[in-house]
C-alpha cells in the first residue's frame, strides 16, 4: 500500500487540507486538496483575540478535515499556523481546544519558518539561478527572502497581508485609483526599508495563491499553450498587462476571470501591487511563479527527506525512469553514441553546439521515446505530450518544450507539428538545434535499438562526397545496418550533407 501523508495549512485567508500520496518511484502526488476561505484574519477583534465566531469557524473546518484524514489511512498528519494564529493573543487556548477536538496538534510557525519552508519548497522544485528573491504573500503577512548559493542571506516577515492591506487601504469590493496610490506609497516605504532588496537584478519568485491566480489569469488572456503555473516567467510589462485587464472590470467580473480564484476577486489587485512595487525597487530580472510553497517545504521535511539534498531535475527524471521502467543500460549507451556523433559533426565543422547543447541532450537520452515499450507507435506522440505537459521540477517551461521536442524527435513532420503551438518561442538557429540534437538522439537510439550495446566507437569522417559514420562494433552486428539505414536520411537533411554508414568488426582488425 502506497504512504500517504496529510497537510493541514491554517492561514489568515484560507484553511486548507492536503493530503500527498508516495508512489514507488517517490513522487508525490496529491490525492485530496480542500480548501475553505476562513478569512480567520477578519476574526480578530479589538483586544488582539480571536472571536467566538472565529474558533468556532476554525473549529468547524479542522472537524470537517478529519473526516477527510480519518476515511484514509495516513502515515502521518501536519498541523501548521501562520500570521493570524500567531498574533492571536488567545492561541493557547484555542491550540488546546482543537487538540482535544479533533487530535490535531497545531504548529504555530514564526515568520522566520515560514521564509524558511518557503525556501525550501523553492530548492527541491525549481533550478533557479545562483540568486533569487522570493515573496510570499498571505492574509495576514508578507515573507520576503533573499537567497544565494542555496542558503537563506536575509529574511523579513511584514506584518501585512492581503487581508490587511484590504482593511487599511480599501473602503469598497475594490480600491480605487486614489487608494491604490496610497497602497503603492506606503509599499514602497516598507520595502524601501530592506537594504538588501533593491536593485538587485535578480529573479522575484511569487509563491501562493495570489502569485499562481496571477500567473494563470496572464496564461488565460494570452492563450498560452502549455499546462502548468509552475516556473512560469513574466515581465513587468505582463504584469502591467494582467492588471490593465482587471481594471476596467466590475468585482462581479473579476470574479469570474478566468484563472482566478472566486474568493481572491477582492484582493488580487492589492496583491499585484505587492508583485509590481517590489519588481520595480529590485529591479528584477523576471517575476517567476512558484507552484510550491509553505505546505510542500513541511511535507518535504517532514516525510520526504530522502528528496532532499538531490539535483532538482535530477530527481525529477530519476522518478520518470521509475515510473517507465526505463533501461537505464541502454540510455546511456544511447548517449555514449550521441555525444560521438556531435563531437563528430563538431571536429568536422559540420556543427556548433553550446554547453546547454551539452545538458539537454544528456537529460534527454535518459528519457528518448519514453513508454515506447506501452505504445510502439505513439512514441514519438507519448514522449512529446508526457513530457511537455509534466511538471519536470528544474525546469523551465521553455526549457521543458526543448527537452520535449530533442526527447521525442522521429521525422521533420511531426517536429513541426508539435512545435506549431509554440511559435515565436525559438527562433530559426534555435529550432535548426533542437532537431539536430533530436535526429542525433534517433540516430543514437538507432544504433542501440537491439539493446545488445554493440557500438563500440564510431568515427565521423568528413569527404568531398558527403560524410562517412564508421561504427566500430565489439560483435558482429544483427539488424543494426538495416535501421541505420533508414534512420539516417533525419540527419542527412539536418547537416544536408549524405551520409555512408560503414560497420566494423573491431577484432577482425
Same mark, same amino acid.
Not at 127 to 138: F, H, M, N, P, R
Given at each position: 500500500m502506497r504512504e500517504k501523508y496529510g497537510i493541514?495549512?491554517?492561514?489568515?485567508?484560507? $484553511?486548507?487540507?492536503?493530503?500527498?500520496?508516495? =508512489?514507488?518511484?517517490?513522487?508525490?502526488?496529491?490525492v485530496e486538496n480542500v480548501k475553505v476561505t476562513a478569512r480567520l484574519r477578519d476574526y480578530l477583534n479589538e483586544d488582539g483575540c480571536l472571536s467566538i465566531e472565529g474558533e468556532e469557524c476554525l473549529n468547524n473546518t479542522l472537524l470537517s478535515f478529519q473526516k477527510i484524514t480519518r476515511s484514509h489511512q495516513l502515515k502521518g498528519v501536519s498541523?501548521?499556523?501562520t500570521a493570524t494564529l500567531r498574533e492571536a493573543k488567545n492561541r493557547d487556548k484555542i491550540i488546546r481546544n482543537v487538540s482535544k477536538l479533533t487530535g490535531f496538534i497545531i504548529r504555530l510557525l514564526s515568520g522566520e519558518e515560514e521564509a524558511y519552508y518557503g525556501f525550501l519548497a523553492i530548492m527541491h522544485s525549481m533550478?533557479?539561478?545562483?540568486?533569487?528573491?522570493?515573496?510570499?504573500?498571505?492574509g495576514g503577512s508578507t515573507e520576503i527572502t533573499y537567497f544565494k548559493d542555496k542558503k537563506i542571506m536575509e529574511s523579513h516577515s511584514f506584518p501585512f497581508g492581503v487581508l490587511t492591506l484590504k482593511n487599511l487601504f480599501c473602503k469598497g469590493s475594490l480600491p480605487s485609483e486614489e487608494e491604490r496610490q496610497n497602497l503603492r506609497a506606503f509599499l514602497f516605504r516598507q520595502f524601501q526599508s530592506l537594504s538588501w532588496i533593491i536593485n538587485k537584478e535578480i529573479p522575484l519568485i511569487g509563491i501562493g495563491g495570489s502569485a499562481r491566480n496571477v500567473g494563470q489569469i496572464h496564461q488565460a488572456i494570452t492563450d498560452y499553450p502549455l499546462g502548468g503555473i509552475h516556473q512560469y516567467e513574466m515581465s513587468i510589462e505582463d504584469l502591467t498587462e494582467v492588471q490593465g485587464y482587471l481594471l476596467p472590470m466590475t468585482f462581479e467580473q473579476i470574479q469570474k476571470a478566468e484563472g482566478l480564484s472566486r474568493d481572491r476577486g477582492d484582493t488580487i489587485l492589492l496583491a499585484m501591487e505587492v508583485f509590481t512595487t517590489l519588481y520595480k525597487i529590485m529591479k528584477a530580472r523576471c517575476f517567476m511563479i512558484s507552484a510550491k510553497g509553505l505546505r510542500d517545504g513541511v511535507t518535504l521535511e517532514e516525510f520526504s527527506t530522502e528528496l532532499m539534498g538531490q539535483g532538482v531535475l535530477e530527481n525529477s527524471l530519476k522518478i520518470v525512469e521509475k515510473e517507465f521502467a526505463i533501461d537505464s543500460v541502454h540510455s546511456r549507451q544511447v548517449l555514449e553514441i550521441a555525444l560521438e556523433l556531435i563531437k563528430g559533426l563538431e571536429k568536422n565543422g559540420l556543427a556548433q553546439f553550446a554547453e546547454e547543447d551539452f545538458y539537454l541532450v544528456k537529460k534527454a537520452a535518459r528519457i528518448f521515446y519514453l513508454g515506447q515499450h506501452l505504445e510502439e507507435e505513439g512514441a514519438s506522440q507519448l514522449a512529446f505530450h508526457y513530457i511537455a505537459n509534466r511538471m519536470l521540477e528544474g525546469l523551465g517551461h521553455k526549457g521543458r518544450i526543448k527537452l520535449a521536442l530533442i526527447a521525442s524527435y522521429n521525422k521533420k513532420d511531426t517536429f513541426k507539428l508539435f512545435v506549431r503551438p509554440f511559435n515565436g518561442w525559438f527562433d530559426k538557429n534555435e529550432?535548426?538545434? $533542437?532537431?539536430?540534437?533530436? =535526429?542525433?538522439?534517433?540516430? =543514437?537510439?538507432?544504433?542501440?535499438? =537491439?539493446?545488445?550495446?554493440?557500438?563500440?566507437?564510431?568515427?565521423?569522417?568528413? &569527404?568531398?562526397?558527403?560524410?562517412?559514420?564508421?561504427?566500430?562494433?565489439?560483435?558482429?552486428?544483427?539488424? &543494426?545496418?538495416?535501421?541505420?539505414?533508414?534512420?539516417?536520411?533525419?540527419l542527412e537533411k539536418v547537416i544536408k550533407e549524405n551520409i555512408s554508414v560503414e560497420f566494423i568488426h573491431t577484432s577482425l582488425i
Open positions: 493541514i495549512d491554517i492561514g489568515s485567508n484560507t $484553511i486548507r487540507l492536503v493530503i500527498n500520496e508516495k =508512489a514507488v518511484s517517490g513522487r508525490l502526488s496529491i498541523c501548521v499556523a533550478e533557479v539561478s545562483s540568486e533569487g528573491l522570493s515573496v510570499d504573500i498571505g529550432l535548426k538545434t $533542437i532537431r539536430l540534437l533530436g =535526429a542525433l538522439l534517433k540516430l =543514437a537510439y538507432t544504433l542501440n535499438q =537491439a539493446k545488445q550495446n554493440v557500438v563500440r566507437t564510431l568515427e565521423v569522417i568528413k &569527404e568531398e562526397k558527403g560524410v562517412r559514420l564508421r561504427v566500430y562494433c565489439n560483435r558482429e552486428v544483427g539488424t &543494426e545496418p538495416y535501421h541505420t539505414e533508414r534512420q539516417k536520411k533525419h
